[in-house]
């Protein structure tokens, strides 16, 4: 079997998700064949051709800025030396708003500067939203806090 042209999306995370378990351990380098077990169709390929695949994978993970490799050793293989910062907030994507100010408590401070505005909203139902809309704040609901800004926006863009 010759090997696919294109890189395979599931592998790239499969390959990143079994980075996040070494993760765990130390020192967390791991070899191109740690992930040859992840390439559906590695006996098809044969080890040189499935090495020579999953290396293709892992240098767009460091040309990505996921992770940091070794050079290419003789028999195909490449030290993973580390996961950046990168990949750690593609792992725990919480991590990307560290150090940074969050912009919810502004964005809610102008969803409720501009109800008050309208006038057509039930001060009953206003209410209602803005008591919703910090709940799932606090209660870390995201997609709830995304409907509920969505539903506020469109009740605003058509006048109340």
């Not at 791991?30 to 290396?55: F, K, N, V």
């Not at 195909?76 to 990168?86: D, F, Y």
Request: charged fraction near 25%.
């Amino acid at each position: 079997m010759t090997m696919p042209q294109n890189l395979d999306k599931t592998l790239l995370l499969s390959v990143l998700h079994r980075l996040g378990e070494f993760r765990a351990q130390y020192p967390n380098l791991s070899m191109t064949d740690s992930y040859i077990d992840l390439i559906p169709q590695r006996e098809e390929l044969g080890e040189e051709q499935a090495l020579y695949y999953m290396a293709r994978h892992l240098r767009f993970l460091e040309q990505e800025g996921f992770v940091e490799l070794s050079d290419t050793s003789l028999d195909g293989n490449q030290i993973v030396k580390r996961i950046t910062s990168k990949g750690e907030m593609f792992l725990q994507p919480e991590l990307a708003e560290f150090g940074q100010e969050s912009l919810l408590p502004e964005i809610i401070k102008n969803l409720e500067e501009r109800l008050g505005h309208v006038i057509t909203i039930p001060e009953q139902e206003r209410s209602g939203m803005l008591y919703n809309l910090r709940k799932s704040v606090v209660d870390v609901a995201p997609r709830v806090a995304a409907e509920l800004i969505a539903t506020i926006l469109l009740r605003l863009n058509q006048g109340g």
